[in-house]
């Protein structure tokens, strides 16, 4: 877990930067590529604590083995629900994954990588959904948070979700690899950039690459989320 990162999002929790849904409609977390739902039930917690307005959390991940732990972690969380599939920029479309993915056992170590190539043939199959499928109008849901841990698939996730981030305005967090990766990082920057978004760098190491970085981004307008942000980037530099 990465702990830079999940202090930031719990001290956005605490300051109650979040944007507040939209009238008639409730508030709910996305964190996609959820692996066992540790992090969900996490999020989960932090935001029963809270006791501000009620919030849900949607773990999204396409794999049997861990949805299965992570709908073990839902059972004790009230609000959340666990959805096994991935996201994708073609709504009802599906994915491929070899067989033996299933017979690893749920973690952070299961997963279907997008620069994986063998990851992404076999006879196993998981339905992809868009993010504008989940909370577009009509869905009586505001997005206020997304993690998005892909393994790669980032952009797809962000295009298929336009319509969503560019009505509720969330607090989006990314994994990319600025180096080694360099055209997928890039193509998740101008996604953002062309939502008008402001990005924030975490200066921690994530994964098993070594320029791996997890990414803030928040709305440009929002001067709250900037405030909060500027301030714990600052403190972390002393």
């Known amino acids: 877990m990465e702990l830079k990162l999940w202090a930031l999002m719990l001290l956005i929790i605490d300051r109650d930067a979040l944007r507040k849904p ?40 396409p794999l049997p083995n861990n949805v299965l732990v992570a709908q073990e972690h839902a059972q004790r969380a009230g609000n959340m629900r666990v959805l096994r599939a991935g996201l994708g920029d073609v709504n009802g479309s599906v994915g491929h994954y070899p067989m033996q993915l299933e017979l690893r056992r749920g973690g952070s170590s299961a997963q279907i990588a997008a620069f994986r190539p063998k990851d ?35 952009p797809n996730a962000l295009h298929g979700a336009n319509a969503t981030l560019t009505r509720d305005r969330p607090v989006i967090t990314v994994e990319t690899y600025p180096v080694s990766m360099h055209k997928w990082h890039s193509q998740v920057m101008e996604c953002f950039e062309a939502l008008n978004y402001d990005v924030y760098t975490v200066d921690e190491t994530v994964g ?10 928040v709305p440009r307008e929002d001067r709250l989320l900037r405030r909060v942000l500027s301030g714990f980037f600052a403190h972390a530099k002393r």
């Open 22 to 61: 939209r009238p008639g409609t409730q508030a709910w977390v996305l964190d996609a590529g959820a692996n066992d739902g540790a992090t969900s039930f996490m999020l989960a917690n932090a935001l029963s604590r809270h006791g501000g307005r009620p919030t849900q959390v949607l773990a999204v991940e």
């Open 120 to 154: 992404n043939v076999g006879d196993a199959t998981y339905p992809i959904v868009t993010i504008d499928a989940l909370f577009g109008d009509g869905s009586a849901q505001t997005l206020v948070l997304a993690h998005l841990d892909l393994e790669g698939r980032e």
């Open 208 to 217: 098993y690459i070594r320029d791996g970085r997890n990414h803030v981004a």
